[in-house]
């Protein structure tokens, strides 16, 4: 079975820094693109990053751009997601996922384009 698990997650202030991590194990195979999603209560799953192995392309959502940076290791199954200058409304459990393989007609920043999902980790930001 694949089994993502992130960590990380944390109470910071306005303006403080995270790094959440997300390590998978138990893959024979390799991932074409690895990401992070967050929900916050209410509210709708938002793909926040998005690192793909073609080219090392990334993606960012508009409201993260310039703060956060989707990283990973050289055997491609640990993704990190370095959070600066966060925001109250950065607040949300953020989960980690992976696919296998592209998938036309989505996009890297859409759930539906991903196979595999951890648990989540929780990130409160306090103003």
């Known amino acids: 079975q694949v089994q993502l698990v992130e960590s990380g997650g944390g109470s910071v202030q306005a303006g403080g820094s995270l790094r959440l991590s997300c390590a998978a194990s138990?893959?024979?195979?390799?991932?074409?693109?690895m990401a992070w999603f967050r929900q916050a209560p209410g509210k709708e799953r938002e793909g926040v990053a998005s690192i793909c192995t073609s080219g090392g392309n990334t993606y960012y959502a508009g409201s993260v751009k310039g703060r956060f940076t989707i990283s990973q290791d050289n055997a491609k199954k640990t993704v990190y997601l370095q959070m600066n200058s966060l925001k109250p409304e950065d607040t949300a459990m953020y989960y980690c996922?992976?696919?296998?393989?592209?998938?036309?007609?989505?996009?890297?920043?859409?759930?539906?384009?991903?196979?595999?999902w951890g648990q989540g980790t929780q990130v409160t930001v306090s103003s």
């Open positions: 996922a992976a696919n296998t393989g592209v998938r036309l007609g989505t996009h890297p920043l859409a759930g539906a384009a991903y196979d595999f």
């Open positions: 138990g893959i024979v195979y390799s991932f074409n693109c």
